[in-house]
């Protein structure tokens, strides 16, 4: 075969994070295993808080608890480095929700290491660590895959970045951005407490860890964040305004005493949603974006038929108002929480990395 023609190396993988969104990721490799998918990778370090595992030649992509109940090696991030050391490609998948790991991000882009990610500390956060990332990517050639980090893979921001590379401006954004609070506001009755639904939507994997980073608006004011800044607004923390639902006493418990604190939630959204009912209206919890202007994120009072109402279960929901959909928006809906969608989007950022080097090898 001739080097022309030769099918291009596997890209190396390290997979950090092994919790719900980790598990999820290896159980989909593990999936592909045999089929022409997978042989596009090979996994040859992971790692979570505690433990890492390393082999050059490849980890097996089946029994991945117990590998790493056995794994001998303490966790740290200079393995990662170690683990990806020499030519190729090579991506970093990060489960986690770390943000010393996200620190990382930069230096292994400007390193010609790949990152692909969920989690939204990266570019929705302060504009520094923004970008520090821009500019390790330009330095290193390299992708950072963000599918997963809002709407768990939807084509928002692939979409919004392909708005602009044909010349459009976007306009504003606004919709529904946590797969939880769209999970909870859609079965929320008002006859049964607030907090009951929390706690199943926590059971269910929907929440973050800490519920309040959903219910306080943080997780949201991060993802209105990366949109804004892909829709070309240089947006700092400070500039999104903010309506958190969770009041002192929940927001001030450990997370030892957070279960017993939060039926403090039930009053207050008992009496929006009985106002909401009366005008027969739909409560739904809403980030909005306008270019140059104001950026919001809090709980609406929307009609029954605003299309922002509509959806079902942990769907997103998000109107994008560009020059070319001005006057009716291009509307984007899907799932937008759970750990199967964030695991498959965030596979599929690194299966067009893999295809982008396939391309450059024929």
């Known amino acids: 075969m001739s080097a022309r023609t030769a099918a291009p190396p596997q890209a190396r993988l390290a997979l950090l994070g092994t919790g719900t969104v980790g598990s999820a990721v290896w159980a989909r490799l593990a999936g592909w295993d045999g089929t022409p998918l997978g042989q596009q990778f090979r996994l040859v370090h992971a790692a979570n808080s505690r433990c890492a595992v390393s082999n050059p030649n490849g980890l097996p992509w089946n029994g991945h608890t117990l590998l790493m109940q056995q794994s001998p090696q303490a966790s740290s991030l200079e393995a990662v480095d170690v683990a990806l050391a020499g030519d190729g490609v090579r991506i970093v998948i990060d489960a986690t929700a770390s943000a010393q790991v996200t620190d990382r991000h930069a230096h292994w882009l400007a390193r010609g290491i790949h990152v692909v990610t969920a989690c939204k500390l990266g570019q929705g956060t302060g504009l520094p660590r923004w970008h520090a990332i821009q500019s390790g990517r330009k330095v290193g050639g390299t992708t950072y895959g963000d599918s997963a980090t809002v709407g768990a893979g939807l084509p928002l921001l692939r979409s919004i970045r392909a708005l602009r590379d044909g010349g459009d401006r976007i306009h504003a954004i606004a919709g529904v951005l946590s797969g939880s609070l769209a999970w909870l506001f859609n079965r929320y009755d008002g006859m049964r407490p607030f907090s009951g639904f929390v706690r199943e939507a926590h059971a269910a ?103 922002l109402a509509a959806g079902s279960g942990t769907d997103n929901r998000v109107a994008i108002w560009s020059d070319r959909y001005a006057d009716q928006p291009l509307l984007i809906q899907g799932p937008g929480a759970g750990a199967a969608v964030t695991a498959a989007a965030m596979l599929d950022d690194a299966l067009e990395i893999a295809a982008k080097a396939a391309r450059r090898c024929t």
Do not use: C, W
């Open 205 to 307: 994997g929907y929440t973050e860890p800490d519920p309040r980073d959903d219910l306080s608006g943080e997780d949201v004011r991060r993802k209105l964040l990366i949109l804004a800044r892909a829709a070309g607004e240089a947006l700092d923390e400070a500039g999104v305004q903010v309506a958190s639902l969770v009041p002192p006493a929940l927001a001030n418990a450990s997370k030892d005493a957070l279960d017993a604190a939060l039926p403090t939630l039930d009053a207050a959204l008992r009496d929006q949603f009985a106002q909401a009912h009366r005008e027969g209206a739909k409560l739904r919890f809403i980030a909005r974006m306008q270019a140059g202007g104001l950026a919001t994120v809090g709980l609406e009072a929307l009609a029954a038929d605003h299309p």
